[in-house]
């Protein structure tokens, strides 16, 4: 069937189905107008039938060969078509008078343009033998065509074979000379094979070698991968373990400066206070003297104090050192098996390892050291949280300091002035006890 009435035959497809789509209702049109006389008495399923009749005589009837002056015709009638579907369906329920004429007007018209397009009759039977025959024709040559090509091939091999026995008195000497070039070239393969077969087996004999070394150094690369990390880890332990024990070597000499520093403090300090005991029990000691002796007592103990302050500093200091090494040492030591662990068991757990490792391994030693440095134990205990806590707390705490100071300098001053004008033994005496 030609490609035009294969199209139009398409939009009447569409034409049936938008009819039976868009018109739900299955009344007469006259009589669901009020049986208005001028509206035709039919309802969807006529138009429908009337459309598929033109569709059942297109494909029925509809010749693959049209004459080139009805195609333009014809391809004018899609688009009719579609003017149905799209303005005179929808509007078909409300006005069926006026859309039921136009439809049908067009569908006529539609029809009797088709006309010479649709094969009627002894014209149909004839195009019908017709056809029959082009195709008996045509499925006699198609079983004749295979036969052909193998004639063909057979001339050609048969002018092929008349060529070659024109051909054969020089062919037999060329084969008789290819004879002899090829029994020569397959005694020479012959022995290259057997040396081939040598080269090849020399070959495999390397290939062996070359795996077993590459297993080798793959294994020796392994240990050496093993060895340098664990000596890596070997030489930071013992440079820890040496620094540690350095810290403990000088925290020990510290102990014993602690120790004759205390000793001598309270030896110079028991001489001190006795011979203080034995001025206060001497009723002849004037102040003057009196104060002398504490001011000696508190310098010979102040000395041994001081240092024995600066030792138990020291010996702080350096204990945490040490203890901060060694902890790193073991740290380093202990790695590479828990590493070879870790790794067994989870490469996450091998990487946090690393992580927490390398954490403490980075973690300055002078973070273990005070960062502000006292001169004197005095000074230590005025910059003391106590001290400036107490400051804050109490009112008038500095004040009151600072008063008791500078009443006890007005009152040793005092002393000094009556010891000079007066001489008199009971006057030393009571100022004495007065001063116990």
Not at 123 to 135: F, Y
Not at 222 to 247: I, N, P, Q
Request: hydrophobic share 40%; net charge negative.
């Amino acid at each position: 069937m030609h490609a035009i009435l294969e199209e139009i035959t398409h939009e009447l497809e569409l034409l049936v189905e938008d009819i039976n789509s868009k018109i739900t209702s299955e009344q007469l049109f006259a009589q669901a107008h009020g049986n208005n006389w001028s509206i035709p008495s039919i309802n969807k399923y006529d138009l429908i039938d009337d459309v598929k009749s033109l569709i059942n005589d297109i494909e029925s009837q509809g010749m693959d060969n049209i004459d080139e002056g009805y195609v333009p015709v014809f391809s004018g009638y899609p688009s009719r078509v579609q003017h149905i579907r799209q303005y005179i369906i929808p509007q078909l329920w409300q006005n069926p008078a006026q859309g039921v004429t136009s439809f049908y007007h067009t569908i006529r018209g539609l029809r009797t343009a088709l006309q010479p397009a649709l094969s009627t009759g002894a014209l149909r039977d004839s195009i019908k033998n017709v056809t029959r025959r082009i195709r008996a024709i045509e499925a006699r040559t198609n079983d004749i065509e295979p036969r052909t090509t193998s004639i063909s091939d057979m001339v050609d091999r048969i002018e092929q074979a008349h060529d070659a026995a024109d051909q054969l008195p020089t062919d037999l000497e060329s084969l008789k000379e290819a004879k002899s070039t090829m029994e020569k070239l397959c005694r020479q393969a012959t022995i290259d094979q057997s040396d081939i077969a040598a080269i090849l087996e020399q070959a495999e004999a390397i290939e062996d070698s070359l795996k077993r070394h590459c297993a080798e150094a793959e294994s020796t690369l392994e240990r050496c991968e093993s060895a340098y990390s664990a000596a890596t880890s070997v030489g930071l332990a013992a440079a820890f373990s040496e620094r540690s024990h350095s810290l403990s070597r000088s925290m020990w000499i510290w102990v014993v400066g602690l120790i004759t520093a205390l000793t001598a403090g309270s030896f110079l300090g028991s001489m001190q206070l006795h011979a203080l005991s034995e001025s206060l029990k001497n009723p002849e000691t004037q102040t003057p003297m009196l104060v002398l002796n504490v001011a000696l007592s508190l310098l010979s103990i102040g000395a041994p104090v001081w240092f024995a302050w600066l030792a138990t500093k020291q010996i702080g200091h350096r204990f945490k050192l040490a203890e901060d090494y060694a902890f790193k040492a073991s740290v380093s030591r202990a790695y590479e098996g828990y590493r070879k662990e870790a790794a067994r068991v989870d490469k996450d757990m091998e990487a946090q390892l690393l992580s927490s490792a390398l954490s403490r391994l980075d973690e300055l030693p002078l973070r273990l050291v005070e960062s502000e440095t006292h001169g004197s134990p005095w000074q230590e205990a005025a910059s003391s949280d106590l001290v400036k806590q107490a400051f804050k707390t109490i009112p008038g705490f500095a004040d009151q300091v600072r008063h008791l100071a500078t009443q006890s300098l007005d009152e040793f001053g005092i002393t000094k002035r009556k010891n000079k004008s007066s001489g008199t033994t009971s006057q030393i005496t009571e100022e004495s006890d007065e001063v116990i």
